[in-house]
């Protein structure tokens, strides 16, 4: 699927930096001046959020950049693009502490489920204040928008969403439609800030049917003790 995913990217002017095309072997040999990329959980993720159905929850994306609101790391932001086969989406989920922009980078329709969220984490019927492209808008909690290639939604704090793809002029990959979108947001800290309503796990074990030929963001093994010359 990362195979795919860079492919997709490509089509759509989506360009990944070095570090996303590093092999595990690569990795291994890798020293200490790869640590934001280690520490900040940046690059591939690949997830079925436990729910063993990749082709409806599931998610591969990557991430370019994110800060951890430390003196070390103070980047007050992240940046991830998302893979979307059409109809593939996570469960749904609220952030208490992110807000986001999500972007449909691609040439099909993105559509998203909104919901607010009462202070127990569950559904609310309160309506919902959002922007698309800074244009306010309210949608009823449990309701639906769609997002047409460029256009893009700003979720804050406690907003209940799923997202996909869906339909337009996406990239045909052995019968199946992809199209891509990207997210923009605060500090990213997927560990802790993901609230899933059905309580699904954001980084389930992983058992390997293949030799493994790259690293998840999530992997990544210690800095290599490299000989002069290397970073």
């Known amino acids: 699927m990362i195979e795919i995913a860079m492919r997709v990217f490509e089509e759509f002017g989506m360009r990944l930096p070095p570090f996303a095309f590093m092999t595990a072997e690569e990795w291994n040999r890798a020293g200490a001046g790869y640590r934001e990329i280690r520490d900040c959980a940046l690059g591939w993720d690949v997830t079925d959020f436990g729910m063993n159905d990749f082709n409806l929850y599931g998610r591969v994306l990557f991430t370019l950049r994110n800060g951890k609101n430390n003196d070390r790391y103070p980047k007050s932001y992240a940046e991830k693009f998302i893979l979307d086969p059409e109809g593939q989406r996570a469960p749904a989920h609220f952030h208490k502490r992110k807000r986001e922009d999500i972007i449909n980078r691609g040439k099909g329709v993105i559509v998203i489920d909104l919901a607010s969220s009462a202070p127990d984490g569950q559904p609310d019927t309160r309506p919902l204040e959002i922007a698309i492209d800074g244009v306010a808008r309210t949608v009823r909690s ?69 030799p493994r030929n790259r690293y998840l963001c999530q992997e990544y093994p210690p800095a290599a003790r490299l000989q002069e010359g290397g970073k």
């Open 142 to 210: 449990g309701g639906r928008v769609s997002l047409r290639p460029g256009e893009s939604i700003h979720l804050e704090p406690g907003v209940i969403h799923s997202f996909w793809g869906e339909g337009g002029d996406g990239i045909v990959i052995d019968g199946v439609r992809y199209g891509a979108s990207g997210e923009v947001s605060s500090v990213c800290d997927d560990v802790n800030d993901n609230f899933f309503l059905n309580r699904a796990p954001r980084f389930p074990e992983i058992e390997e049917d293949a």
